[in-house]
């Protein structure tokens, strides 16, 4: 493994902090870790080298790269599945009697490779049923990872990472390929719009969400960072809406939002 200089180290991760909300500063050897097969494979015996020639290029392009190294996107279907129960026994039923334009507004923050956004919208279609005509149900999911953006616009899964869900769902959603992987089906897939989202930038939004489902991802910021994307969630929320937080994460007590049950918020 490669060595990064304690000043390079320090370059680094206050760019990717004050930039990607992302705090590094504990994390050496995870950085010199992920970074040292791109530095290697670009030529680099340096890792110092490599990494100024990532802040060296104009393009952004190598920066795209780093981040795509340094972001942690482990997730699964299904994941906290209190989160899935509590959408189709509450939120649900209070969407479909409450917006009357039948235009529901989900986000699924920092979806990584699309797993969280698949169940999102396994669960809604499973809840409206023959109900769904008329119902735009399109969920947003946004990261910064454009690796992690690109299997989850695939949809194409090993059989290993399909284990939280039921026959049923495995059945009425995904189509099983010749190499024995699975992808999600058209119509399915055709219900996300996955888009490169930096959650640190300015929310634009056209109309406010019904659920914001952001899990799993400012565990690596720091409070500040955190309390305050929070609160910008809050202000693109609308009244009634809902918050979902990771259940090893944190609301502040000063946020807005109300505590309705471990992990979930509401406006
Ligand atoms: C551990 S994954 C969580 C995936 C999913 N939400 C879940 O709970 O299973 C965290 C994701 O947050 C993304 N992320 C981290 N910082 C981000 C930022 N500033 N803007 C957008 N996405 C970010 C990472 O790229 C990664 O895919």
Known sequence: MLKLSEEMFDKLTYYVRANYGINLETKCTLVEGRLSQPALARGY???????????DDQTGVEMISVVNRITTNHTFFMREPEHFKFLANVIMPYIESSVEDKDMRIWCAGCSTGQEAYSL???INDYFGHRKGGWDTTI??????????????EAIYPPDALQGLTEERLDRYFIKL????????????????????NL?????????????????????FDTATKDALIERFYDCTKKGGYLFIGHAENVSRNSRYGYVQPATYRK
């Open 121 to 123: 919208a396994m669960t």
């Open 45 to 55: 015996r340096d890792l110092d080298e490599y990494v100024k020639a990532v802040f």
């Open 140 to 153: 947003l999911a946004t990261d910064i990872n454009t690796e992690a953006l690109q299997t989850a616009k």
């Open 200 to 220: 640190m930038e300015p929310i634009v939004y056209k109309k406010p969400f019904d659920l914001i489902s952001c899990r799993n991802v400012t565990i690596y």
């Open 178 to 197: 010749p190499n024995g992987s699975y992808r999600v089906c058209g119509s399915l897939r055709s219900e996300v719009c996955f888009k490169r989202f």
